[in-house]
């Protein structure tokens, strides 16, 4: 495997999912008359093992309703709605087909919510690869994701780029040697992600063909 190929995140990276999903469960809690602080909420981005539902059924000391859940869903759906691709997600993904780079993923999130999100956004046939966090593979920080989604593209690790937006997800990526952008969103802009190779405030700053020489040059 000599080519360079691109590994992105998706949630928070590709679809900026967090901050609909985070504030739907926050909005539920305060319903409940509890708190879903932020910063336990940071810690598990990017990773996972922490079930929301459970925690407030042990705040509340009860079962809860499974009609909250279908409410919490709609409102995380509505929230949803609001959002596109990050910015410069899509000019990444022109240029990368422009190039011949194949691009994959590797996430933490299940198949089934990766697949219809890029369905949704018309974005499946963008990816040669997609790596989640099935019952077999592990979420990050393990590397596992995108070592695989590496041999599914046939790409050098040392030569590809990932984009993340989380330090489980940085510390995945760099863990499987390829080149790591961070581009946080505001959960994320106050975590630590300085084991990334690069720090961008978003992908519009940053040009694919510098990173991919940049991954290049180093290996």
Not at 31 to 38: P, R, T, V
Not at 41 to 46: D, E, H, K, V
Not at 66 to 88: S, V, Y
Not at 193 to 219: F, I, N
């Amino acid at each position: 495997m000599t080519g360079a190929g691109l590994v992105l995140d998706f949630d928070g990276t590709i679809l900026d999912t967090e901050e609909p999903v985070y504030r739907s469960w926050a909005e539920l809690f305060v319903e409940c008359g509890h708190e879903l602080a932020l910063g336990d909420w940071q810690a598990i981005i990017g990773t996972n093992g922490f079930d929301p539902w459970s925690e407030l059924e042990r705040r509340c000391g009860e079962p809860l309703d499974p009609g909250l859940q279908e409410w919490r869903r709609a409102r995380r759906d509505e929230l949803q709605a609001d959002h596109g691709p990050r910015p410069g997600v899509l000019t990444w993904l022109a240029v990368a087909r422009r190039l011949g780079v194949p691009v994959g993923i590797a996430s933490s999130s299940p198949p089934d919510w990766v697949n219809s999100h890029l369905e949704s956004l018309g974005l499946r046939d963008d990816f040669t690869c997609i790596v989640c966090c099935d019952g077999v593979v592990p979420a990050k920080p393990d590397s596992t994701s995108y070592r695989l989604a590496c041999e599914g593209l046939s790409v050098d690790p040392r030569r590809s780029v990932a984009v993340e937006d989380s330090p489980h997800g940085v510390a995945a990526a760099v863990g499987a040697g390829l080149f790591t952008v961070a581009v946080p969103h505001p959960l994320t802009a106050d975590l630590d992600l300085s084991a990334a190779d690069l720090l961008a405030a978003s992908l519009e700053e940053v040009s694919l063909v510098e990173v991919m020489e940049r991954a290049a040059a180093r290996a």
